[in-house]
């Protein structure tokens, strides 16, 4: 069974009812339980947080949509950093988002398919992650 870690964009979309992409990230979402476990970690925790009261209402939320909190492993971290590096070597702007790189370092390391509709820096910085993005 194929293990998914969702990003906070699928996961807002299904949440606030996005006009434009409630409707794929649901679709995407549910695929994603039917075929395996679905994750979050600390980054996407932290981003989604934002609509909810207590940290005690968030994880609730998750669960009841059978999503599961894990921890970045380590190495992602480090995995993070260089991807970051790359991006900024490559005339990334200073203000990027750091937390896509420690999301899709942790997929990369933990071997986690990503479910994300912000797929181009993953592709480009995370080359062996399997994406679910729209096309």
């Known amino acids: 069974m194929p293990a998914t870690l969702v990003d906070s964009n699928v996961l807002i979309d299904v949440v606030v009812q996005d006009e434009q992409w409630a409707a794929w990230s649901i679709e995407a979402l549910i695929e994603a339980l039917d075929a395996g476990p679905v994750f979050v970690d600390q980054v996407v925790f932290a981003e989604v947080s934002i609509g909810y009261r207590t940290a005690e209402a968030c ?13 970045i492993p380590w190495p992602a971290a480090f995995l993070a950093g260089r991807a970051f590096a790359a991006y900024r070597d490559r005339g990334g702007a200073k203000l990027a988002p750091l937390p896509d790189f420690f999301i899709g370092a942790h997929a990369a390391v933990a071997g986690l398919r990503l479910l994300t509709r912000d797929a181009s820096r ?3 910085y995370f080359p062996t992650v399997e994406l679910i993005a729209p096309e």
């Open 59 to 71: 994880q609730e939320a998750l669960a009841v949509q059978g999503i599961e909190r894990v921890p």
């Open 122 to 124: 993953y592709r480009t």
